[in-house]
């Protein structure tokens, strides 16, 4: 296991950190990745999912999908990804999910979470995934929130190898 601590004093901050991380992740290899995002409401989980998407060149707006449990996004290739620092991305779609009220681990099944996080080509980036710890890869990564007054918080980022 390999783990990172930052803190973080705003939350301009916290996406930077997650633009480079999305970045990182893009390049690093030709697996599934599966990510969870876990702290308290108001930790910065959304906040970091903003910087993901700015990072991978998504024009729309990451916002939570708390209420219809996941988002999904084609990943742009070509000139415009690269113009934004993004060289190259192995994944063609990033899912978003948000498990906050997941009534229980069918719901996900019932929308192919499975045959999602199996396909190499998906990024898999998930809020609130300790509620369905179970279910994740061995191999996932673990980034946690943890506010420490209104404007910082420490991200913790685990990769199980």
Known sequence: ???ISVIT?????TR???????RELCA????CHVVSLEGEPGAGKTTFMQGVGKGLCIKQQMTSPTFIIFRVFDLPRGSSASLR???KCIYKRLYHFDCYRLKSYEDLRAL???E?????KNLVIIEWGDMIKEHLPKDHIQIKFKGLSKDSREITIQ???
């Open 1 to 3: 296991m390999k783990e």
């Open 9 to 13: 004093q705003s939350d301009n901050e």
């Open 16 to 22: 930077h950190i997650a633009e480079e991380f999305a």
């Open 28 to 31: 690093e290899t030709n697996m």
């Open 85 to 87: 620092g993004l060289k």
């Open 112 to 114: 192919d979470f499975e």
């Open 116 to 120: 999602i996080i199996a396909n190499s």
């Open 159 to 161: 990769h199980f190898l």
